[in-house]
Nanobody, 122 residues
Framework: QVQLVESGGGLVQPGGSLRLSCVASTHTASRYAMAWFRQAPGEERVFAAGITQTGDLTYYEDSLKGRFTISRDNAKNTVYLQMNSLKPEDTAVYYC???????????????WGQGTQVTVSS
């Protein structure tokens, strides 16, 4: 069992930056590929970014490339999502998830955090 806890969300102005963190409850978290999903109000939860177990490969939803960066520190059991040049349409609840491989669909992931709210507004 892996418990995931996200933090770092909040209110930010358009053009600003935030860094989300996701801490896993176990040292075995390094066995899992990790991803960030997001769910905007009234919409389905969708894939934002993913990273392999060793961090050698990363994946992004096309519209986020160049603005978002996913990374991980296995010594700290932590995955990060650096979000730059934020736009109002990035407003969503952001979820951290763990799976045996990176996939684009939420039903491919075994473990989920509770989510953290990101609001981009002036």
């Amino acid at each position: 069992q892996v418990q995931l806890v996200e933090s770092g969300g909040g209110l930010v102005q358009p053009g600003g930056s935030l860094r989300l963190s996701c801490v896993a409850s176990t040292h075995t978290a390094s066995r899992y590929a990790m991803a960030w999903f997001r769910q905007a109000p009234g919409e389905e939860r969708v894939f934002a970014a993913g990273i392999t177990q060793t961090g050698d490969l990363t994946y992004y939803e096309d519209s986020l490339k160049g603005r978002f960066t996913i990374s991980r520190d296995n010594a700290k059991n932590t995955v990060y999502l650096q979000m730059n040049s934020l736009k109002p349409e990035d407003t969503a609840v952001y979820y951290c998830a763990a799976a045996h491989r990176v996939g684009n669909w939420d039903n491919e992931y075994e473990y989920w955090g509770q989510g953290t709210q990101v609001t981009v507004s002036s």
